[in-house]
C-alpha cells in the first residue's frame, strides 16, 4: 500500500449520484449567508473564535451541498427540458467550481 493509498483511505467517498436532491433555494442561501457571515465576522474585532468555530460548519455545509445536490435536475426544470442527461456535467462542474471557491 503506497502513501497516497493510505491518504486517501480516510477521505470520504462521492455519493451515489442517483441519490443526489434537487438544488433549492434554501440550500443555496445556507451556503452565502454562512460566507457573507464570515465577510462580516472578519471586519468586526475580536471576532476570531468566532470564526474559527464557523469554519468547519461553512466548509462542511458547502462540501455537502456541492456533492449532494443535482444542479442538472434543477436546470432541467428550469428550463423546461423534459430530462436533465443534457446539464448532468453541470454536476461536475459544480462540485469543481464550489469546492475551489471555498
Excluded: C, E
Aim: no cysteine; glycine share 4%.
Amino acid at each position: 500500500m503506497t502513501l497516497i493509498d493510505r491518504a486517501s483511505s480516510h477521505l470520504p467517498g462521492f455519493p451515489d449520484a442517483s441519490l443526489r436532491k434537487p438544488l433549492t433555494l434554501i440550500d443555496i442561501a445556507l451556503v452565502i449567508l454562512s460566507y457573507y457571515a464570515h465577510a462580516v465576522m472578519a471586519m468586526l474585532p475580536g471576532t476570531f473564535w468566532f470564526r474559527a468555530t464557523l469554519l468547519p460548519f461553512t466548509l462542511w455545509l458547502a462540501w455537502s451541498r456541492a456533492v449532494m445536490l443535482d444542479l442538472a435536475q434543477y436546470l432541467a426544470n428550469a428550463l423546461g427540458v423534459a430530462g436533465s442527461q443534457r446539464f448532468t456535467h453541470l454536476n461536475f462542474a459544480w462540485v469543481v467550481s464550489n469546492s475551489l471557491f471555498k
